[in-house]
């Protein structure tokens, strides 16, 4: 069955880098894309940035100069690397898998996520 | 960026009561609305997609509508497990947006 696990620090110092990665099972990463999805404690969630299946990569305008994602597709891991992280970057984290292949579009299947604090 | 404008921001109903939640686009998104529940400590699960379609093991007392910037989520005949959180979901641009949600509460 599909299934996404996120992994990564709880705890990420003001200004630093933040690194999760995304290790998937039940699918391959050549056919469905996976986008990152954050969500502060009590809000809605946002959409971060999206692996396309062809290993192209869609990022938030809000969040594209600090983003990067990338992938290992012999790993079945999808990273997530943004910079100069600030206290409102504090919240729970999430890869979700499309639920068509090959194209954007609904978030079928979600990881349980990693809730990071960014903090001294 | 297309915004998402989601109302109410919460809402209390009754058990057996029918409740909507409406999400309107800032721009015509062409029915690719998707609309999620979340329970406290749970990741969002997918309801509907397409605007109107039901996904895998949802009840049929969940429905959705609409059309163009004006879309709806129907609970018909309330349960309390319905009491959660809902947001919508446009994904017609590729670059996603959410809404800021509707937390549902028992009367």
């Known amino acids: 069955q599909v299934q996404l696990k996120e992994s990564g620090p709880g705890l990420v110092q003001p200004s630093e880098t933040l690194s999760l990665t995304c290790t998937v099972s039940g699918f391959s990463l050549t056919s469905y894309s996976v986008s990152w999805v954050r969500q502060p404690s009590g809000k809605g969630p946002e959409w971060m940035g999206r692996?396309?299946?062809?290993?192209?990569?869609a990022y938030n305008s809000a969040l594209k100069s600090r983003l990067s994602i990338s992938r290992d597709t012999s790993k079945n891991q999808v990273f997530l690397k943004m910079n100069s992280l600030q206290t409102d970057d504090t919240g729970t984290y999430y890869c979700t898998r499309e639920g068509r292949a090959y194209y954007g579009s609904w978030f079928a299947y979600w990881g349980q996520g990693t809730l990071v604090t960014v903090s001294s | 960026d297309i915004q998402m404008t989601q109302s109410p921001a919460s809402l209390s109903a009754s058990l057996g009561e029918t409740v909507t939640i409406e999400c309107r686009a800032s721009e015509d998104i062409y029915s690719n609305l998707a609309w999620y529940q979340q329970k406290p400590g749970n990741s969002p699960q997918l309801l509907i997609y397409d605007a109107n379609s039901l996904a895998d093991g949802v009840p049929s007392r969940f429905s959705g509508s609409g059309s163009g910037t004006q879309y709806s989520l129907k609970i018909n005949s309330l349960q309390s497990e319905d009491v959660a959180s809902y947001f919508c979901?446009?994904?017609?641009?590729?670059?996603?947006?959410f809404g800021a949600g509707t937390k549902l509460e028992l009367k």
């Open positions: 979901q446009q994904y017609n641009n590729y670059l996603d947006t």
């Open positions: 692996m396309w299946y062809d290993g192209d990569t």
